[in-house]
């Protein structure tokens, strides 16, 4: 199947916080910021219905980048992690020295965790363009995933064990990387989403293939999503056999949607600087509520 990985969600709970750790250490850049009043259609934000805001941070434009989309609602100051998201690994010889000695290492890596405890792993490297190599996530059989990612989803299958399983859609791209859990799978109320692109008119495809393996593969069934001021893009939410969630977006509005916003950086900060919500729980002496 023709389709290209975009990026992997996180839900945050301190958007100052999250920027200094993706723009300060890591060394991304803000993309494109949004911001939405009421929940997705689609749940891009989760289970929640209320405000929102999507900002998507990277290394270059998501046209050739494997990027991170940072969503925050409004309210909610933490979650719960569970065990499903494993890691992102960066490959980049100037981030590694930079960082080393700073943090600890782990298998020759150096290992930092943003805010909200997900794992990052810098490599020393020098992959062009994108220096974002691979994303992994933790699953309870992996038979039952490498069979769900080739045969249902398209992907090639470029190495496998018995514990790891690595995937991709192209030679270019960030990498999805499956690990067998050796306990149980948990996905918190902080569990992640991946996404790829693929044409538009194969999502319809693409969903009936997935549901007539298992309708339980389907998530949200293909559904349009708007974007205020920014193009309608086509979304397919499909659940892998762990209950990971998968978004495939239609790639001609995608590439519309998702042009660099010179800026986003200043719109972000600003959007940070009107939300008062952390002074609020502070002077009623409360913390921020967890999402439970």
């Known amino acids: 199947m023709q389709a290209r990985a975009l990026h992997y969600v996180f839900k945050i709970g301190n958007r100052q916080a999250s920027y200094d750790f993706f723009i300060n250490t890591l060394k991304m850049k803000v993309l494109r910021h949004e911001e939405f009043e009421d929940g997705c259609k689609a749940t891009c934000n989760g289970p929640y219905d209320g405000k929102w805001s999507k900002t998507m941070v990277g290394y270059g434009p998501e046209s050739n980048h494997f990027v991170i989309e940072l969503t925050y609602n409004y309210g909610i100051g933490s979650y719960k992690l569970g065990n499903d998201y494993n890691g992102i690994l960066i490959e980049s010889d100037e981030l590694f020295e930079n960082l080393r000695g700073q943090h600890p290492l782990f298998n020759d890596a150096v290992l930092l965790q943003d805010p909200d405890g997900h794992s990052f792993y810098v490599l020393p490297g020098k992959r062009q363009p994108d220096p974002v190599s691979k994303a992994a996530v933790n699953v309870k059989n992996l038979n039952d995933s490498v069979l769900f990612w080739r045969d249902l989803c398209g992907m090639s299958v470029l190495e496998t064990s018995d514990k790891h399983a690595l995937l991709t859609f192209g030679d270019d ?116 509520p967890t999402a439970e």
């Open 173 to 288: 791209q960030c990498k999805l990387e499956l690990r067998t859990l050796e306990n149980g799978l948990d996905r918190g109320t902080g569990f992640g989403r991946i996404a790829f692109a693929c044409p538009t008119k194969r999502l319809s495809e693409l969903e009936a293939k997935l549901k007539e393996a298992n309708p339980n593969y389907i998530q949200t069934p293909l559904v349009s999503l708007d974007t205020p001021g920014k193009a309608t893009v086509h979304v397919v939410i499909l659940r892998d056999p762990n209950d990971h969630e998968i978004c495939f977006v239609g790639e001609e509005a995608f590439v519309e949607l998702s042009q660099v916003d010179p800026k986003a950086d200043e719109l972000l900060r600003e959007q940070i600087q009107k939300d008062d919500s952390e002074d609020w729980y502070k002077q009623m002496k409360r913390s921020k």
